[in-house]
């Protein structure tokens, strides 16, 4: 992510790095990996609102995954749990439909929510100490998340229409750490959730938190969102992200979502919401013979796999480790969504037919996954400003002078200002600002030394991208 107005970008930067990545093919989605019933719902929201199938599908895997939470679990071997929590985006340009298609979809979930809060302030009157139930969460405040979270073991769903605003707030609330994004991390693997203020009323530990993560983004703002930090840290991994077809604007129909369709897919809400802990503990769902050895199958198969060039396979590796546990924790959603509609117990072990639906879905998102990273680096080639490529400059013939992976910002000054005149200079204090707009971690070592850590990815990231920009003044002469 590199901060700066540059970035955004019009839809017709957008199309021009579409047309960059065309070599890799869209994915075309199995629609038939869903059941009968969901999957005729599915198609008429999407006729009704203009919009690909795919839209709704992926809505409705994240909003029945955030409803079922952490209450159920899948066991494929002893050791390995996952729960039904997922991150997931869906990017597409404004005015393809996205939107209104997913309101439509959070609706019933916002329908219980408010019978909830009605419930809690009824209970409040008469007992000060009660606990509000919540699924829905939009605000991007640490303490309001974390409230959330202490009081709904279940889990929780930060959703917001606009996903980039609430991502891009992370930094912002997690300071310049980015803790915040690390806490998400551990969120979304079921792990410890911490927070500590001075306000001691306010201090909390959470041995095992569930979130799950949802919404929209124009994808002019995609490489902004995601740096290449989170690439290699595993943040942007841990999202399933639908990159949405642009193929043609959307024309006007005179469908609409019928009231059977909305009946099916509130009870099928209401169902997962109804789920419950025993004995305040996850059930866990165990994996039928045959399906964990179609599972496996797969599991080994996605290391004959890689994307060709090194920078991709090195995204890879980190796409197929959570790959691998989201396919079990769609595997869970989708199980759980046919035991409401057949009325079986959930319980039942997941079937063969179920795994090699999640297994279709994860190779779908697998090639979105190569097609999001193109398109990120497509747009990484052109939105360095002069100063930030001076610095970034600086920084690659500095490789020498790099030790332990850190970098002092006086090196960095002194290698931008190296024949310049005077009246040109950068301050260093203005440099180091450059210098983390590029998306390096500020750091000090032994005597308050500062500047930022350089790791190889960084060293690479930092030459790919003024490759892009030369590419791109040598074009424009």
């Known amino acids: ?93 404004s005015g393809t439909g996205k939107s209104p298609a997913i309101d439509f979809l959070v609706g019933p979930l916002q329908k219980m929510e408010w019978e909830w809060y009605q419930e809690y302030l009824k209970a409040y009157e008469e007992d000060n100490t009660a606990v509000r139930k919540q699924l829905l969460v939009d605000d991007s405040s640490v303490e309001a ?38 806490r998400l991390m551990s969120a979304y693997s079921s792990g410890p959730w911490k927070v500590s203020r001075i306000n001691r009323m306010r201090n909390l530990f959470i041995p095992h938190v569930t979130l799950s993560i949802f919404g929209t983004m124009v994808p002019q703002i995609l490489a902004k969102v995601f740096s290449g930090y989170d690439a290699s840290s595993g943040f942007l991994s841990r999202f399933l992200i639908l990159n949405v077809p642009n193929d043609s604007p959307p024309s006007w129909t005179d469908d609409i979502v019928t009231p059977k369709s909305a ?49 991709s396979h090195q995204y890879y590796n980190s796409v197929i480790s959570k790959l691998r546990a989201q396919c079990l924790r769609i595997a869970l959603v989708l199980h759980c969504i046919c035991t409401i509609g057949t009325k079986e117990s959930e319980l039942a072990p997941v079937t063969a037919e179920t795994m090699h639906s999640a297994i279709r879905l994860c190779d779908f998102f697998l090639e979105q996954q190569q097609r999001i990273h193109a398109l990120i680096n497509s747009a990484q080639d052109v939105i360095l400003s002069p100063v930030q490529i001076s610095v970034a400059r600086a920084i690659v013939t500095l490789e020498e002078s790099i030790e332990n992976g850190f970098l002092s910002t006086d090196s960095i000054s002194k290698a931008v200002n190296n024949g310049v005149g005077e009246k040109f200079k ?23 030394k500062r500047g930022y850590r350089i790791a190889p990815d960084d060293f690479e990231r930092l030459k790919n991208m003024l490759c892009g920009c030369h590419k791109g003044h040598h074009d424009a002469g």
């Open 145 to 182: 998340i974390s409230e959330a979270l202490s009081t709904n073991p279940g889990g929780i769903l930060w959703y917001r229409d606009e996903l980039s605003g609430l991502l891009l707030d992370l930094d912002k609330y997690g300071g310049k750490s980015g803790g915040t994004k690390t």
């Open 426 to 448: 950068i301050e260093t204090r203005a440099i180091g600002k450059i210098a983390a707009s590029l998306d390096l971690s500020r750091h000090r070592v032994g005597g308050g």
């Open 1 to 93: 992510m590199v901060k700066n107005q540059t970035l955004d970008i019009n839809t017709e930067h957008y199309n021009e790095f579409q047309d960059r990545s065309s070599c890799v093919p869209p994915p075309v989605f199995p629609h038939n990996v869903l059941p009968p019933t969901l999957r005729d719902v599915i198609a008429e929201i999407a006729k009704a609102y203009a919009v690909p199938f795919e839209v709704p599908a992926i809505a409705v895997l994240a909003l029945a995954g955030a409803c079922i939470g952490k209450k159920r679990g899948i066991r494929i071997k002893p050791g390995w749990t996952e729960f039904a929590n997922l991150f997931v985006a869906v990017v597409g340009i």
């Open 263 to 311: 009946a099916i897919w509130q009870w099928i809400v209401e169902g997962l919401l109804h789920l419950e802990f025993h004995m305040n503990r996850p059930l866990i769902i165990d994996v039928a013979p045959d399906a964990k050895r179609t599972y496996t199958l797969w599991y080994d198969g996605l290391n004959d796999n890689r994307w060709s060039d090194s920078k």
